[in-house]
């Protein structure tokens, strides 16, 4: 299947900092990609959907002037912490997919805010 | 608003049972369901990816089902293994990929 390659696969960070997360589809053009959290022992929770070239689409509650999401191409999404907090700790995954194609995952990010 | 149900929540079986997952969703105008498994603390691994068009998908000892007027998909595992233990995530694809909130199984040796 494709691969897609999500960078750090852990960052500990200082509370007020902000991280940047990529994710990146090898051998594939992405021209959606979804971002999602996971807390300790609960599901995947869809935080917002992104089409290449275009402004990503945030899910109710998630607050977008702080995960900043860009897709400017069609292999590369990042997903930006800005001054993050010890709540923003959390697994974060990312998904891409093409135009009828399934979606393949990232290994994941854990974000430890200190 | 599409909604992915799983039950059970958490399951322990002994050894060599075979076992059923169960998923639902609400919306069934979806592109496709997806099984995954979720080892602690670590990524999404694919197991079964099931096309709206089809009824079920094999590999190996695993078995998936899909009713989409039901709205329904089962995961099914013959002869549980210790290593089979992890969270079973279910998804449907429409517009956007959507996750139940898993099955933790734990497979007694």
């Known amino acids: 299947g494709a691969v897609v390659s999500q960078h750090p696969s852990w960052v500990i960070c200082k509370s007020g900092t902000s991280v940047k997360i990529e994710c990146r589809s090898l051998d594939f053009q992405a021209t959606t990609m979804f971002w999602y959290r996971q807390f300790p022992k609960q599901s995947l929770m869809l935080m917002a959907t992104?089409?290449?070239?275009?402004?990503?689409?945030?899910e109710q509650g998630v607050e977008k002037d702080k995960f900043l999401i860009n897709h400017a191409s069609l292999t590369l999404s990042t997903l930006t912490v800005t001054s993050a907090h010890p709540e923003d700790s959390s697994f974060y995954i990312c998904s891409a997919k093409a135009v009828a194609t399934e979606a393949f995952f990232g290994q994941g990010t854990r974000l430890t805010v200190v | 608003k599409q909604e992915v149900t799983q039950i059970p929540a958490a399951l322990s079986v002994p050894e060599g049972e075979n076992l059923v997952l169960n998923c639902s969703f609400t919306d069934s105008a979806i592109y496709n369901l997806q099984w995954f498994r979720q080892d602690p603390g670590k990524g999404l691994t694919s197991l079964l990816l099931?096309?709206?068009?089809?009824r079920e998908q094999t590999s190996g000892r695993l078995n998936a089902s899909l009713d989409k007027s039901s709205g329904r998909s089962t995961l099914y595992i013959a002869a549980s293994q210790p290593g089979d233990s992890a969270t079973y995530l279910c998804?449907?694809?429409?517009?956007?990929?959507?996750f139940g909130k898993g099955t933790r199984l734990h497979i007694l040796p």
């Open positions: 992104s089409n290449e070239g275009s402004k990503a689409t945030y």
């Open positions: 099931i096309q709206s068009s089809q």
């Open positions: 998804a449907v694809l429409d517009d956007k990929i959507i």
